[in-house]
């Protein structure tokens, strides 16, 4: 019954397929049997095979056991979940915190609770998916604003003035085009217009601001940010998300969230994991270092090459291809030279503009970068892309 439309896919070039990939180091992977350089993981700080999360992974497996057994609220909470939270609010500067199993389950969770009937969510229109599914999910009306434009935010802003509640969510760091959204002017927004504020910081935890921390942190914004939403599955390369705010805002989640109530809780050994990386993150900065100085490398690279590189300032470098055949035909042309670089297509960003999303890592070299600029700067002569 499914077959017509596995066909339709098929026939558009958007027919997706699981590539098992079995990591060789911080930065190469083995697949279909062959080392590729890997340059489209969100493990940016190369800290997923880090031995000091490895070896408190298996330390908490001895000691707790491999899983959770039930819900947060029912059996599940242990003493490694309330140290990650206080562990989490330190360093995001916040009262508290509430740990998620992801950041799917995060946004889902979070938005209906926080936005309901006769509420407004005033949300950017690149904003990821799981913050669309989690507007969809509350009962809030919705204002879709024109990406990063501030200016159709305020109109918005203003012509909702009678709602109950107004609620602007965004992204920080925007993880398909790795453009940072202008939280300055958002927040000064929210402010003058008595309006909540919620920020994803899932690619921004871990690679923006002195310490790591985020966006917050970046922008110079510490304590004006409501609700701050990210992960532990990207920079600090473990599994999970997280909700920091107020201590009441923590208790309302806890107790009406339903992605919080409903799921089993996160394993011991994924939450030991994740504090390892936050001490990590703390102890060697020049992991952040590496990563930004990367990143500025292979713009520098990219540009020699007459390659548009984007912002220097995150990991994410997106490559646009027009057609989902094309961002197919670009990636398996990688693919044959080496690089793992996976193709973007619709739904995943609109229509017309696939891409190939490559990311920097810290642990890759200045050969590994050299490399891929090498291989895009032939595509790009040959009018690939």
Do not use: W
């Not at 992605?259 to 703390?282: N, Q, Y």
């Not at 646009?320 to 793992?340: K, P, Q, W």
Request: charged content about 20%; aromatic content about 6%; overall charge neutral.
């Amino acid at each position: 019954m499914f077959e017509h439309e596995l066909e339709r896919l098929k026939e558009q070039d958007l027919l997706r397929q699981l590539a098992v990939v079995d990591p060789l180091d911080g930065s190469h992977v083995r697949l279909a049997g062959k080392r590729h350089l890997l340059m489209c993981s969100n493990d940016y700080l190369g800290l997923s095979l880090h031995p000091a999360l490895k070896q408190a992974a298996a330390d908490a497996v001895e000691r707790y056991g491999a899983g959770a057994g039930a819900s947060r609220l029912v059996s599940g909470t242990g003493p490694l979940h309330e140290e990650l939270e206080r562990r989490t609010a330190r360093f995001k500067g916040t009262e508290a915190a509430l740990v998620f199993n992801s950041g799917y389950a995060a946004n889902t969770g979070v938005i209906p609770v926080i936005a309901s009937e006769g509420d407004v969510i005033l949300s950017d229109s690149l904003n990821h998916a799981s913050i669309i599914d989690g507007c969809r999910l509350s009962k809030a009306s919705l204002e879709v604003y024109r990406h990063c434009d501030c200016n159709h935010l305020e109109n918005l802003l203003r012509k909702r003035s009678a709602a109950r509640r107004r609620l602007i969510v965004t992204d920080s760091v925007f993880s398909m085009d790795g453009d940072i959204a202008p939280l300055r002017d958002i927040v000064a927004l929210a402010e003058r217009y008595d309006a909540l504020l919620m920020v994803d910081d899932a690619h921004a935890t871990g690679v923006l601001g002195e310490r790591g921390s985020g966006s917050a942190e970046y922008f110079g914004l510490s304590g004006r940010i409501p609700i701050q939403m990210g992960t532990f599955g990207k920079a600090l390369g473990s599994f999970g998300a997280y909700v920091a705010g107020t201590r009441e805002l923590i208790a309302l989640l806890l107790n009406r969230s339903r992605s919080f109530l409903f799921s089993t809780a996160l394993p011991a050994p994924v939450c030991a994991a994740s504090l390892a990386a936050i001490d990590v993150i703390d102890r060697e900065p020049g992991r952040r270092t590496r990563l930004l100085a990367n990143r500025k490398q292979f713009g520098q690279n990219l540009l020699a090459c007459g390659i548009a590189a984007g912002s220097y300032h995150t990991p994410i470098v997106p490559l646009l291809c027009g057609s989902s055949s094309n961002a197919v035909r670009i990636s398996r042309e990688l693919l044959d030279h080496g690089v793992f670089a996976s193709a973007i297509r619709p739904p995943t960003v609109p229509e017309g503009t696939s891409r190939i999303r490559m990311t920097i890592l810290a642990t890759h070299s200045v050969q590994d970068l050299e490399q891929t600029s090498a291989v895009l700067g032939k595509m790009r002569q040959d009018e690939l892309f």
